[in-house]
């Protein structure tokens, strides 16, 4: 029977990149809540130290460290510095990604695709090779890949990230598969559309906004907070069955068959 023991994170470390805002600070809050250990990745150091001293406010242990996933070596420092600081891995969420590219799909530019891939797809791919021998050591491990409904449709003016996107989705598929004998879960999330800065273009133009939001049949944006409760579920042992899967957090937009239009 699945009771509240099964969400609790105590004693479990957790690395979450894009950890300074959005999405990802809403799950480093919530992991920190259910008792694990918060490392913070973000480029830039101080917003990822005000991030870190945040939860240790509300009574909860963090690191914060500066690294860009675009950089291989940043991504080996970062992990060396996790595993020295709180002894091992055992979660990593993806969630660190860019869009420098917002227009027709044609208009891209080569300097688009490879700073969108290089994050977006390859940068999660450096990651979860450099956690993965910590999470083997220590008997099995979580990995949460944040995504997109937009790996799962096509959005207007931004094909490169979704193209991005629906990279990450078969990325989880195959870890998945090749993880599983090691007791490492891999799954993803997709969510709809987050007020978040990352996404500010999209709900801060009007006319943008408008068609987002009769896009959803919930008739608004997600907050980050509403999807850390899933990333808690498969941080924990509750999700012990459960991998290679993509969890939809999008107001019913999918279920309903909506495109943005």
């Given at each position: 029977?699945t009771t ?7 004693g ?5 990149t894009?950890g ?5 600070l809403?799950?480093?809050e ?5 008792g694990?250990?918060v ?14 001293d ?5 009574g ?7 690294a ?7 991504v ?13 891995i055992?979660?990593l969420?993806?969630?660190a990604?860019?869009n420098p590219?917002?227009?027709?799909f ?7 695709w490879?700073?969108?891939?290089d994050?977006?797809?390859?940068g999660?791919?450096r990651m979860?090779?450099?956690?993965v021998?910590s999470?083997r050591a220590?008997?099995?491990?979580k990995?949460?890949?944040v ?7 096509p ?16 990325m989880?598929?195959v ?10 879960q891999?799954?993803?999330?997709a ?13 801060s133009?009007p ?11 919930q ?18 042992a509750?999700?012990?069955f459960?991998?290679?899967a ?5 107001g019913?937009?999918m279920a309903a068959?909506l495109n943005?239009?």
């Amino acid at each position: 029977m699945t009771t509240g023991a099964n969400f609790d994170l105590t004693g479990k470390v957790a690395l979450i990149t894009g950890g300074s805002r959005g999405i990802g600070l809403a799950v480093a809050e919530a992991y920190a809540a259910a008792g694990a250990k918060v490392a913070l990745a973000s480029r830039k150091q101080d917003a990822v130290d005000e991030a870190a001293d945040a939860i240790r406010r509300g009574g909860g242990e963090a690191l914060a460290v500066a690294a860009h996933t675009g950089d291989g070596v940043a991504v080996t420092a970062l992990v060396e510095r996790v595993v020295a600081h709180f002894g091992g891995i055992d979660i990593l969420v993806n969630n660190a990604a860019t869009n420098p590219h917002f227009g027709p799909f044609l208009s891209a530019e080569d300097s688009h695709w490879d700073k969108i891939l290089d994050v977006n797809v390859k940068g999660y791919f450096r990651m979860t090779q450099a956690c993965v021998p910590s999470m083997r050591a220590r008997g099995g491990g979580k990995i949460i890949n944040v995504a997109s409904v937009a790996g799962l449709g096509p959005q207007p003016m931004m094909g490169v990230y979704c193209v991005s996107k629906a990279a990450v989705l078969m990325m989880t598929e195959v870890l998945a598969s090749e993880l599983a004998a090691d007791n490492i879960q891999v799954n993803a999330i997709a969510p709809g559309f987050v007020k978040t800065k990352f996404s500010q273009v999209l709900w801060s133009t009007p006319e943008i906004s408008e068609r987002l939001v009769k896009a959803v049949p919930q008739r608004r944006m997600a907050e980050p907070e509403e999807i850390a409760g899933i990333a808690v579920y498969l941080a924990s042992a509750a999700s012990s069955f459960t991998t290679g899967a993509t969890f939809v957090v999008d107001g019913g937009q999918m279920a309903a068959g909506l495109n943005v239009g």
